[in-house]
């Protein structure tokens, strides 16, 4: 059973551009959550979805940032119009149910960097 | 305001010797309690996970004591590895208000370095 996938690895982006990051969550789980890492800090939630329903967004940007988990397919962070301080590691964590006594599984990350 | 402190920031030891790391949380409701490792570049890992009912859990030459009452855990490492250097985080699961999903909030971590 794979673990969680998180591609690209890494991304360079200059400042205006769109940052797409995409998350496979591991076989069996419907529930993805995405976090941010800014460098020096820890992990931050940013948003809670299940297939085709996003849950809890209350840590994600209200401007510029978006995320998916449709149907079929990964789970989709959009950062549109990005500015240097996007700049961190996010990383996706997966789970197989919705109680707080489920494990989340984590992704490698991507780093992002904005130039 | 939830939140997770950890100390101490960051820990020298030498090859072998054992260590232990604090932290307080004022995360409520509480649901459970992890510690994670997270080595550079790559995503966290679990190592244990406690519920308020569980006072200590090992896994392997790791060891996790919490305290409910007084909000602490530490996370007891014993004959440390070269590969032991990464940073640990403790995790706290709690209800988001109105949900029935466990919300986490990170401690900054207490990055170890294991010299040879």
């Known amino acids: 059973n794979a673990g969680v996938m998180q591609n690209p690895r890494h991304l360079v982006r200059r400042r205006g551009q769109e940052a797409r990051l995409r998350c496979s969550p591991m076989?069996?789980?419907?529930?993805v959550y995405w976090y941010r890492q800014l460098p020096e800090e820890g992990l931050k939630f940013m948003v809670y979805l299940q297939k085709e329903n996003i849950i809890d967004e209350s840590g994600m940007p209200k401007e510029r940032f978006s995320a998916e988990f449709p149907k079929e397919g990964p789970s989709i962070l959009r950062i549109q119009q990005v500015v240097r301080g996007d700049s961190a590691a996010y990383f996706c964590?997966?789970?197989?149910?919705?109680?707080?006594?489920?494990?989340?599984?984590f992704g490698p990350g991507t780093r992002l960097t904005v130039t | 305001k939830n939140q997770v402190e950890q100390s101490p920031q960051s820990l020298i030891i030498l090859e072998g010797k054992n260590c232990t790391l604090q932290?307080?949380?004022?995360?409520?409701?509480?649901?459970?309690l992890r510690w994670y490792k997270q080595d550079t570049g790559r995503g966290p890992v679990s190592l244990t996970i406690m519920t308020f009912s569980e006072n200590t859990k090992s896994n392997g030459r790791y060891t996790a004591t919490l305290d409910a009452d007084t909000k602490q855990s530490s996370l007891h490492i014993t004959a440390s590895q070269l590969s032991d250097s990464a940073s640990y985080i403790c995790v706290v699961s709690g209800r988001a208000g109105g949900t029935s999903y466990g919300k986490l909030t990170f401690g900054q971590g207490t990055i170890l370095t294991v010299h040879p």
């Open positions: 964590a997966s789970s197989p149910g919705q109680g707080p006594s489920y494990e989340q599984y």
């Open positions: 076989k069996g789980h419907s529930h």
């Open positions: 932290c307080n949380y004022t995360v409520s409701p509480f649901s459970n």
